[in-house]
């Protein structure tokens, strides 16, 4: 089963070939950009935040709802499983710091 339909595909194509801006999602701290072949650090805040976000501008516009909504459903059950103390593999993140520079 693919995650992606025919329409999907149109229409993250139609939504890219409407925009010249090419924006690339960095990691300030260790130079990591969203769509590199090394995995991020799973510790940093702003790796994260430019990985989530990657995913979510990746998908097409009527698929991203779709995304943040599991994404939040998952966040919920860390949260209970925290409280419950049975989250002991991470702690959760501070707000990441955003910077947008001009090229
Ligand atoms: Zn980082």
């Known amino acids: 089963m693919s995650l992606m339909t025919k329409a999907d595909r149109d229409a993250a194509i139609r939504e890219k070939l409407q925009s010249d801006v090419?924006?690339?999602?960095?990691?300030?701290i260790h130079n990591w950009t969203y769509g590199s072949r090394k995995p991020w650090d799973f510790n940093c805040p702003q790796c994260s935040y430019a990985a989530?976000?990657?995913?979510?501008?990746?998908l097409p516009p009527n698929r991203r709802d779709e995304m943040q909504d599991?994404?939040?459903?998952?966040?919920?059950?860390?949260?209970?499983?925290?409280?419950?103390?049975?989250?002991q593999k991470m702690d959760f993140l501070k707000h990441p710091e955003v910077t947008v520079e001009k090229a």
């Open 22 to 28: 090419k924006v690339y999602l960095t990691c300030g």
């Open 52 to 58: 989530f976000l990657g995913l979510i501008m990746s």
């Open 70 to 87: 599991a994404l939040e459903e998952g966040i919920h059950h860390m949260v209970e499983s925290a409280e419950r103390g049975e989250l």
